[in-house]
T-cell receptor
Framework: NAGVTQTPKFRVLKTGQSMTLLCAQD?????MYWYRQDPGMGLRLIHY???????AKGEVPDGYNVSRLKKQNFLLGLESAAPSQTSVYFC????????????FGPGTRLTVT | GENVEQHPSTLSVQEGDSAVIKCTYS??????FPWYKQELGKRPQLIID?????GEKKDQRIAVTLNKTAKHFSLHITETQPEDSAVYFC??????????FGAGTQVVVTP
């Protein structure tokens, strides 16, 4: 099993450009999450999904959109990138809800210039 | 919402000594407290967790204690080894079902 995978691993964007980050899991997990990690601030939840076709806002959702068209995939979109979105983005999944172990992907390092 | 504070932000210990990281939380209804370890350039991985109906949990050299009255929980690592060097994050799930992470503790184990 590959577990949780993310593409791309690195990306540099100019301000105003758009992009989509892809997260895939092969563990048949219902729950999927997108976090951003900034120095000194831990992990902050952007959006999450409790099942195929559902999405919900987390702690820092502004400037991001998500979609969960298939159970195994969770997409994170940036419509108009800003320098404040420079961060490392982690996707995670869990079999049940937030009160259970989350399995993280390897991360995507995004730089917005 | 939940607010999780973690201390210290950095911790340097001699190999073989113990390390203790403390976290406090604000939501008295919080019921799940995981600890994640993140090595440099790697993904976070769960190392131990505790639920609100338990006061202490151990797994080999790692233990977590929970004091619900004081709303704090701690990670204890005994007989530290170089491979314990990493950033450790505590977290808490609040009554809204949201997982809030602490800011992290950089642990450095020196030989």
């Amino acid at each position: 099993n590959a577990g949780v995978t993310q593409t791309p691993k690195f990306r540099v964007l100019k301000t105003g450009q758009s992009m989509t980050l892809l997260c895939a899991q092969d563990m048949n997990h219902e729950y999927m999450y997108w976090y951003r990690q900034d120095p000194g601030m831990g992990l902050r939840l952007i959006h999450y999904s409790v099942g195929e076709g559902t999405t919900a806002k987390g702690e820092v959702p502004d400037g991001y959109n998500v979609s969960r068209l298939k159970k195994q995939n969770f997409l994170l979109g940036l419509e108009s990138a800003a320098p404040s979105q420079t961060s490392v983005y982690f996707c995670a999944s869990s079999y049940q809800g937030l009160s259970y172990e989350q399995y993280f992907g390897p991360g995507t390092r995004l730089t917005v210039t | 919402g939940e607010n999780v504070e973690q201390h210290p932000s950095t911790l340097s210990v001699q190999e073989g000594d113990s390390a203790v990281i403390k976290c406090t939380y604000s939501d008295s209804a919080s019921n799940y407290f995981p600890w994640y370890k993140q090595e440099l350039g790697k993904r976070p991985q769960l190392i131990i967790d505790i639920r609100s109906n338990v006061g202490e949990k151990k797994d080999q050299r790692i233990a977590v204690t929970l004091n619900k009255t004081a709303k704090h929980f701690s990670l204890h690592i005994t007989e530290t080894q170089p491979e314990d060097s990493a950033v450790y994050f505590c977290a808490a799930v609040d009554s809204w079902g949201k997982l809030q992470f602490g800011a992290g503790t950089q642990v450095v184990v020196t030989p």
